[in-house]
């Protein structure tokens, strides 16, 4: 295998273009070599007519496929929000919170995993099809739900949906994207994860106002872009380079032309069916496809990278970052919960504005560089967190009162607020002279609710302003260090957002070769909504253990980790034909980074030598959740 990656490493050969896109080009072939980059223009021999190939049905598609990003960012982030609501109305305990909140990532991490049998299975549209009809049951099921028990079942059935859209969405839209523009309109699948999210809190506010059933609409409003994704589906195509795999090869030839917008697509056709073939040839024909990507050098490392990418980005704590901008939101000042839920729709709407950078730097800076910044910058606000954190402990309000516990908790025993904020079962009671805190006692938190105390000057049933101007915070100390904190979080979404946020969706969505993409892309959303579950549902125990900068200082610890692991182990990916992406994985393992295309790749392009036949010898979990994390504490 490693003579065959040296080898090949040498045979393929980088061709220089002359110009940009729309400018003179070389027509490959005339010297036996055929080219693999960029897709075909309408006099056919024109592999780099990028202008050419802006066909308006591509951006329809993504648009359309998109809306299963939608649905994955709406229904994680709209349930702390209905949280709220049905935790009152249904009387929910707080391991029925726990459960409705966890199983959807928990049925996703499942429903991912299996979601690549069935897209290999029943193809990209089916899936999505079949997604987009699951939303629609899970969000009725939701809506009219009598009980408890149904409304689980509603969001296990939902959880199911998201799994199967979040690895099949980028797949299809990276199969029928032209190379020059797929990292970009992969990306825009995140864009719509994070505006599902934004959407979600948005909703979660306007709804919160509704006392009585208002969770029925925060939860069913989902059907609406699910219908509309589902009936959109049944009239656009197949993945033509699925149906070519399925030997489908007709319909896969009128379903590339139908995208690339009536163009002629003789010569990316051609070239898609002879790569799928020498891909199948290569990596040893049939059997169990987890097992000959893990017999497969390249596809291997592959997986590595992808799955490794998308542990990292959960191990970057973004969503215990989005779960807990409500409480960073209450240390600054923010008391008011309906102020806090509309306040943490501007958490999401900075993740939301940040991707669209994002979409535009994909193209232009590359996958790697853009995940190494995005990291960088990550680490870096990280560490601001944790040092207002830190700050905020060291000087923490001492408790000054030691009232007699009725119930003989531990609370009161505690001597300062950062102690008692991170017992679960305190809250801190203090009195305030603009920013001096008096009169302050560490009390046990009432049973029915995380909006006030137990019993004593604290104890307010209706969670608003206490008549005795006493004050509550529960999971949070009044500090003057909040502000540090708030710039931590606005830089971590502010880095996050744009690389770590989508790239690991955008790269696994192209690094595999056909026979093991539905696997690869299956694997490594799997290790996300994993990673994802157990990272959330740590988080308060480790700020437990290591205090809240702790945890953030091991975050940041963790992110440098990942940092090491893209640095070593990414390729760039940017404008190559989806079958010549594996030549990256010829390597070593992690000797990628080191082979990464040193050029702007829209000016380079690459050949195959006419001598070889198979590409393989070439070379080379809202802010809004927040809330409902803090009440299930
Ligand atoms: O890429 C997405 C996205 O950026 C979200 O904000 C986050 O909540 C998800 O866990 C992640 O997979």
Request: one cysteine or more.
């Amino acid at each position: 295998m490693s003579t065959t990656s040296s080898r090949s490493q040498d045979e393929y050969s980088l061709k220089y273009m002359s110009g940009h896109m729309g400018r003179s080009r070389q027509k490959a072939g005339d010297d036996g070599e055929q080219s693999l980059i960029g897709p075909p223009s309408s006099t056919g021999g024109d592999l780099l007519d990028q202008n050419a190939s802006k066909p308006c049905f591509v951006y329809m598609l993504a648009l359309f496929s998109g809306l299963g990003g939608f649905l994955f960012g709406y229904d994680t982030g709209v349930v702390s929000g209905a949280m709220l609501l049905l935790k009152k109305e249904m009387n929910l305990s707080a391991l029925w919170q726990e459960l409705l909140v966890s199983s959807t990532v928990w049925a996703a991490a499942f429903s991912a995993l299996a979601g690549g049998s069935l897209n290999g299975w029943l193809g990209r549209r089916v899936c999505i099809l079949l997604a987009s009809f699951i939303f629609t049951i899970g969000g009725i099921t939701l809506s009219l739900a009598p009980d408890k028990v149904v409304l689980l079942v509603g969001r296990v059935i939902v959880g199911l949906g998201i799994g199967i859209a979040s690895m099949t969405v980028p797949v299809y839209i990276a199969e029928v994207s032209p190379p020059h523009l797929r990292g970009q309109l992969v990306t825009i699948n995140n864009l719509f994860i994070t505006g599902g999210q934004f959407i979600a809190t948005v909703i979660d506010g306007v709804f919160s106002y509704m006392s009585h059933d208002g969770w029925r609409y925060m939860l069913g409003l989902s059907v609406v872009p699910a219908v509309l994704q589902f009936c959109g589906f049944l009239f656009l195509p197949e993945s033509p380079r699925w149906l070519l795999q399925k030997g489908r090869s007709q319909e896969a030839r009128h379903a590339l032309s139908r995208i690339r917008g009536g163009q002629n697509v003789d010569e990316e056709y051609d070239s898609i069916r002879s790569s799928i073939e020498d891909e199948e040839k290569e990596s040893g024909g049939g059997g169990i496809v987890i097992l000959r990507m893990l017999k497969y050098g390249p596809t291997r490392r592959a997986l590595f990278v992808g799955c490794g990418l998308q542990m990292f980005q959960q191990l970057s704590g973004v969503n215990t970052v989005m779960y807990y901008s409500a409480t960073i939101l209450q240390m600054a000042g923010v008391r008011d919960i309906k102020r806090a839920i509309w306040l943490s729709s501007a958490t999401s709407a900075t993740n939301f504005v940040f991707t669209m950078f994002g979409v535009w730097l994909v193209e232009r800076v590359g996958r790697r560089k853009l995940t190494l910044g995005s990291l960088l910058g990550t680490g870096l606000s990280l560490t601001v967190l944790a040092f207002g954190f830190l700050m905020s402990a060291q000087y923490s309000p001492p408790i000054t009162l030691h009232p007699v516990d009725p119930q003989n908790l531990t609370c009161t025993l505690y001597g300062s607020c950062e102690s008692c904020m991170l017992d679960p079962d305190c809250g801190f009671c203090y009195r305030e002279n603009g920013t001096a805190v008096y009169d302050s006692s560490c009390v046990p938190v009432s049973a029915a609710s995380t909006d006030h105390a137990a019993w004593g000057s604290c104890y307010n049933q209706t969670g608003q302003e206490l008549p005795d101007s006493s004050l509550w915070a529960y999971n949070y100390c009044p500090t003057p260090y909040s502000w540090i904190v708030l710039l931590g979080l606005i830089l971590y979404l502010a880095f996050f957002a744009p690389g770590m946020g989508p790239m690991p969706w955008t790269i696994n969505s192209e690094i595999y070769p056909m026979w093991a993409r539905s696997t690869g892309n299956a694997c490594s959303a799997g290790v996300n909504w994993i990673c994802n579950a157990l990272v959330s549902l740590t988080f308060l125990h480790i700020a437990q253990m290591l205090t809240y900068y702790g945890a953030f200082f091991l975050y940041s610890g963790l992110v440098v980790l990942g940092l090491l692991f893209v640095q070593g182990c990414l390729p760039e990916t940017k404008g190559m034909q989806l079958e010549d992406v594996d030549h990256l994985f010829t390597g070593p393992l992690c000797s990628c980074g080191a082979s990464a295309p040193p050029t702007d790749s829209s000016n380079v392009q690459y050949t195959r030598n006419p001598t070889e036949t198979s590409p393989a010898q070439y070379g080379a979990v809202g802010s809004d959740r927040a809330i409902a994390f803090i009440t299930l504490r």
